[in-house]
């Protein structure tokens, strides 16, 4: 698997790391193990994943403590990375503000330390831009507490090229973390990707698999857990679930040539976007981490990239 420079650093990372969210917040409510997910963060360092990625959002700050407690005894094994200035409102629906303030965030990095239970973060990532606060205070607080030892590189989370560029004037953007994915390709189009790879900045695509939809296992509502975030999503709303098969049954078709299965087929092609991005695909069991990491060993050849380069628009918001 290739690995990844962080921008305006000389430390690298596995194209291929893990998303902790869904073990403590947005999916399957119900189905949740704490034993076990700090089993497939232990077991994802074992198969060479570095990048572990959370966010004081996540649970609220459950995941923080979830992921502090996987990393204990291993902590030199991994590039830890969370995220900080969204606040919830109300956790049953999800609902948070931005919050940019240098007072805030630096409160926000001490009690993320805290529940992390290290004296540093590897990566440490702005979740949102807040209108109110101009990137650049936000990013300037950020970077004395690069500067006090803290944080050790700074990423911005869903940022225009526009935004990055501001920042990246303050103080090196390492990288960038933003959905990217073959039903939304926004990142794409807007030419952050692009921007990145231009400026030696590191592009981290969540939600490689579309929220689990790419996985190819999802048909239908029925197939979602009964308390499961995705049920306020419009692409997963049955009319737009079923719209969003033709998507899924292209990415099968090529997948089957390749004695791949969907889900490596989908990570594969966001891999394919440049040799700068990478993935954290989310996942709570030991089987699919192990899918997922293989994915980064496998190459699309230039007629599998056309085809899925035709596939037509998600239906639904995303």
């Not at 198969?47 to 700050?61: C, E, K, N, R, S």
């Not at 949102?128 to 650049?136: A, G, K, L």
């Not at 926004?186 to 900045?201: K, M, P, S, Y």
């Not at 490596?264 to 990491?293: C, F, M, S």
């Amino acid at each position: 698997m290739r690995r990844i420079q962080l921008g305006g650093s000389e430390r690298t990372f596995a194209a291929v790391g893990l998303g902790c969210m869904g073990m403590s917040w947005g999916y399957d409510e119900l189905g949740r193990d704490e034993s076990e997910s700090v089993g497939v963060i232990r077991h994802a360092l074992d198969l060479g994943v570095d990048l572990i990625d959370t966010a004081d959002q996540y649970g609220p700050f459950t995941n923080e403590l979830l992921v502090g407690k996987a990393l204990r005894g291993h902590r030199d094994r991994a590039l830890l990375a969370t995220k900080g200035g969204l606040v919830v409102d109300d956790p049953a629906t999800y609902r948070s503000h931005r919050d940019g303030r240098p007072e805030y965030l630096r409160a926000a990095v001490e009690a993320s330390l805290e529940r992390l239970g290290v004296d540093h973060v590897d990566l440490y990532q702005l979740h949102r831009i807040d209108p109110e606060v101009p990137v650049e205070e936000s990013w300037g607080a950020l970077a004395e507490l690069v500067k006090e030892g803290k944080l050790g590189a700074l990423g911005l989370s869903e940022a225009s090229a526009e935004e990055i560029g501001r920042a990246h004037a303050v103080h090196p953007v390492a990288s960038v973390q933003s959905e990217l994915s073959l039903w939304s390709r926004d990142a794409l189009t807007d030419g952050v990707v692009e921007f990145c790879g231009r400026e030696g900045i590191a592009f981290v695509a969540f939600a490689p698999l579309g929220r689990g939809f790419l996985s190819g296992l999802i048909s239908g509502p029925q197939d979602l857990p009964a308390v499961d975030g995705r049920h306020r999503i419009p692409r997963f709303q049955p009319e737009a679930i079923s719209a969003n098969q033709a998507i899924v049954e292209r990415v099968r078709s090529v997948a089957d040539g390749l004695g791949a299965t969907v889900a490596q087929v989908a990570i594969a092609w966001v891999l394919a976007q440049g040799e700068h991005v990478g993935v954290i695909p989310g996942t709570k069991t030991r089987r699919y981490l192990e899918d997922n990491v293989a994915a980064g060993s496998l190459v699309l050849p230039p007629d599998a990239l056309e085809r899925l380069a035709e596939l037509p628009a998600a239906v639904g918001a995303r």
